[in-house]
């Protein structure tokens, strides 16, 4: 065997070996700690392998998908594929084969009426929020029904996105553009937010008992009227929607049951340990770009292409009178003409923000999703642990993954030739674990 030495000048050295590397800021005793991580980028070029998909026009009936919400992994690595359309959630073995169906459309226990957002805890345990029970749905890791926790009697429901609890039973929310309220009586008013709570839901009750982790920022918004004539009848409501490009809340659970989170317009993820005390904040030197007026017109012509083509934002209304029953449907047609509308008179953030995405992967590595030169579509990812140690960065074109699951497993959502949903397990190499 030969070996080969190289000798490199002494500066350019230390100027990489700092790029990779972040700075800690000191800070009094009892604050947070301020990371700043490097503009360069270290470009990731990784290997990951295609495991199995599910997902077929013309396979057996339990893989033939409708609308797939979400997926997600358990411990035992597992995948659970939520499937709205048909109220079920298919779950199949680390090898792509079938093991059960949970759910399934119904009135009764165990059945699921308006499913909305799921989430798997490791034993396998699946839990549904489910908007025509008012209640979230819990299965054990059999499958089986095991009980229901209401939303409780609150005249207001809010779900982010959801992600297991690691520090209980329940399952923490937070982020996503889920929002909903609701105002009974003449005159009434949805509530007015002042923040964006991620919040830890505890399942062991009824009605289910919810903390705040964390009361992140919430840009002012101001409710505006939206009209949707179901029949002969003619409802208006006031909806508080977001102005294009405004920041999202990204949320991340970390494997110790705190959060990594970003609220802002600018590169910045803050930790969170898991009482939702603050730990540090991790920040790259990226700046927001101003939103132009060429900007708003693309972007809401944009959204009218979308909707024309029936690939634009999936919106499900239904209303149930002050006595209850089964809830009335309002009709794809009323929910896209109140869409056009609220696309006219859309309104647009000054900036456009630097962070698309974020996700948290099963060992609590961060993905940091940039937004592209295309200000509609993602851009580089970069990938950090929850300390602040930069790895390096996916560059554009790279996908988040949509669940992150033991051993490296992930999952992709994707459509086949004849658009029907279709789940792509990978694994990733160990840098990216």
Do not use: C
Request: aromatic share 8%; net charge negative.
């Amino acid at each position: 065997m030969s070996h080969k030495w190289f000798r490199f000048p002494a500066v350019p050295v230390l100027a990489a070996l700092a790029a990779l590397f972040p700075v800690l800021r000191p800070m009094p005793a009892g604050a947070q700690t301020m990371v700043d991580l490097p503009r360069e980028d270290h470009t990731l070029q990784p290997q990951i392998e295609t495991v199995f998909s599910v997902g077929s026009f013309d396979g057996a009936d339990w893989e033939t998908f409708g609308e797939v919400r979400g997926v997600a992994f358990d411990g035992a690595g597992n995948l659970y594929v939520f499937d709205v359309q048909s109220s079920r959630v298919v779950v199949v073995d680390p090898r792509g084969r079938f093991l059960r169906e949970v759910g399934g459309p119904g009135e009764g226990p165990g059945e699921l009426r308006t499913p909305s957002a799921f989430t798997v805890l490791r034993d396998g345990s699946v839990i549904v929020a489910d908007m025509g029970h008012r209640a979230w749905v819990v299965f054990g890791p059999d499958g089986q029904y095991s009980r229901m926790a209401s939303f409780g009697d609150s005249q207001m429901v809010r779900l982010g996105d959801l992600s297991p609890d690691p520090v209980g039973g329940g399952v923490i929310s937070g982020g996503g553009r889920m929002m909903m309220s609701f105002a009974a009586g003449p005159g009434a008013q949805p509530p007015t937010f002042t923040s964006r709570p991620i919040e830890r839901v505890a399942l062991d009750s009824d009605p289910a008992s919810r903390v705040t982790m964390v009361d992140a920022w919430q840009p002012p918004l101001e409710a505006q009227p939206a009209t949707v004539r179901m029949g002969g009848a003619t409802l208006r409501m006031a909806m508080a929607q977001p102005r294009a490009f405004e920041p999202g809340l990204l949320v991340g659970v970390l494997p110790e049951g705190g959060v990594a989170y970003a609220d802002s317009s600018t590169w910045s993820v803050k930790v969170t340990a898991p009482d939702g005390s603050l730990v540090r904040t991790i920040r790259r030197p990226f700046s927001p770009r101003p939103v132009t007026e060429a900007i708003q017109e693309r972007e809401r012509a944009r959204r009218l292409e979308e909707l024309e083509a029936g690939e634009g934002p999936r919106v499900r209304m239904q209303m149930t009178g002050p006595g209850g029953g089964n809830p009335q449907s309002v009709s794809q047609d009323a929910v896209n003409d109140m869409l056009k509308n609220q696309i006219a008179q859309m309104e647009f953030y000054p900036e456009l923000p630097v962070l698309a995405d974020l996700a948290a992967g099963w060992s609590g590595k961060l993905w940091v999703v940039r937004r592209g030169d295309d200000p509609a579509r993602e851009g580089p990812i970069d990938i950090l642990t929850s300390d602040g140690r930069y790895v390096g960065t996916l560059a554009s074109g790279a996908t988040l993954p949509a669940a992150f699951g033991p051993e490296g497993a992930v999952a992709y959502l994707e459509r086949d030739e004849f658009d029907v949903p279709r789940v792509v397990v990978k694994r990733l190499p160990a840098i990216l674990r």
